[in-house]
Every structure is written in structure tokens, then in C-alpha cells.
């Protein structure tokens, strides 16, 4: 299944509340919940966690700065810390590594996307390009 079958599939389930997960929950995934929170029509709750959060790479700030999106008062966070009860949509960002399970059955889907603070060379150019992938899926989703 590509990610437009999972939009498609997301539409069709249309959740209340979406997770965005990785492993550190510091990069992707806050891009990720920072975008979809800009872009989300009101009473979609849009969170994301990690399985070993870490802190919000200063990239992301700044790669969604470049769009008006301010994600400075995002936090890295826990999966065992959110409300488990309220999600219906868990979507993956990990591409490399292993990404963290889901501790209950929801809709799940994986978007597995390159770690631009793994990136060699430009991390910002890496940062910019994963944003841009992220802008497009999220926007397809909620267009």
C-alpha cells in the first residue's frame, strides 16, 4: 500500500484523533504534528510520540518557521504518556530503524520517511526536503 491507498483509508475512517509516531519523537514526527495541527479542519486532535523521546531538533523549528508554522511549544513525549483511549489513527514515520509498536489495535499506517538528523552533509537541506514531503502528504489528507 502506498501513502495516497493510506489517504484514502484515512478519509474513509475519518479519525477523531491522529498519532504521529517515531522513535525519538524529534524530528519527523514533530514535523509531522506541527504540520498537520496548521492544516487539520477543527476537531481533529493531532498528536505525536516516540517509544525513547528525545528533544525537538532545532531543524524542525526551523524548517517550519520557513512556512509560518511555529512548533516551539512542542515537546518530545512518550507513547506511554498519551491518553490511549482517544486515538483512531496511528501513522509511522520510521524508515530506518525500527519504529515503535502501538500498544492497542487502531488503524494503522506507516509513512516511512528518511531521519534528516541522520543525513550527510546540508542537514537543513535534509530537514527541508522531508518537511516538503510531509506538507504534501498532510495536505492530500485533509484537502
Known sequence: ??????????????PRHILFLCVQNS?????????ARYLA??????????????FVRPQAIEVLREL?????????????????????AVITLCAEEVCPMFPRPVAKFHWGLPDPARAE???????REVRDELVARIKALFA
Do not use: H
Open 1 to 14: 500500500m502506498n501513502w495516497q491507498d493510506d489517504i484514502r483509508a484515512l478519509r474513509e475512517l475519518r
Open 27 to 35: 524530528a519527523r514526527s514533530q514535523m509531522a504534528e506541527g504540520i
Open 41 to 54: 479542519p477543527p476537531g481533529i486532535t493531532i498528536s505525536s510520540a516516540g517509544s525513547s523521546p528525545a
Open 68 to 88: 509560518g508554522m511555529d512548533i516551539t511549544g512542542q515537546t518530545s513525549k512518550a507513547v506511554a504518556d498519551l491518553d490511549m483511549s482517544t486515538i483512531d
Open 121 to 127: 552533509g546540508d542537514k537543513l537541506a535534509a530537514f
